[in-house]
């Protein structure tokens, strides 16, 4: 269960920081939208609703999910990026999921993906050393974490969503 709930594995947040690992985050962020299109798009209508394990989101879910998931992660950046330490907004993803704007076509979350991965990594591209250092508070994970931490995250987030789409796919 362990393998299909984390295809990639657990996040692991790097013990440190470098410009080479973060070209390498933006890079996946970067590269991400064409990769979720491809993949939703290679999935038959009955694949798309077939969720990737028992008790998982079907490949449509994942989509909605992602789109939801990094809106708020480029909202979290701008805060920390124009506030000191503020506290960030949880939310329950599994109750969004439910939510009927999640569980119809996933086109327009595709668009969604491609506009909030667009603009975060123009974001992410001009920051320097500093303000990658900059944090907010995360109110679940009960610490501060950077925005080099926010990156990394997402860029595994990614990753570890697509790879649900591919379970379905390899079926």
Request: proline share 4%.
């Amino acid at each position: 269960m362990e393998n299909l709930k984390y295809p990639i594995g657990r996040f692991t947040a790097p013990s440190n920081y470098n410009r080479q690992q973060r070209e390498n985050f933006i890079k996946m962020l970067k590269e991400a939208p064409a990769k979720f299109k491809e993949a939703i798009t290679s999935l038959t209508n009955e694949q798309q609703s077939t969720p990737y394990r028992e008790g998982g989101w079907t490949p449509k879910q994942v989509i909605h999910h992602v789109a939801d998931s990094h809106m708020n992660s480029l909202v979290r950046v701008k805060l920390a990026l124009t506030e000191e330490n503020p506290t960030i907004k949880a939310y329950d993803e599994n109750a969004w999921i439910t939510l009927s704007d999640s569980n119809f076509d996933f086109h327009s979350s595709l668009k969604i993906i491609e506009g909030i991965h667009e603009r975060y990594v123009v974001l992410l591209e001009s920051l320097n050393e500093e303000q990658f250092k900059r944090t907010c508070y995360h109110p679940e994970l009960n610490i501060n974490i950077s925005i080099d931490f926010i990156l990394a995250l997402y860029a595994w987030h990614s990753q570890h969503h697509l790879a649900h789409i591919y379970l379905v796919k390899n079926k």
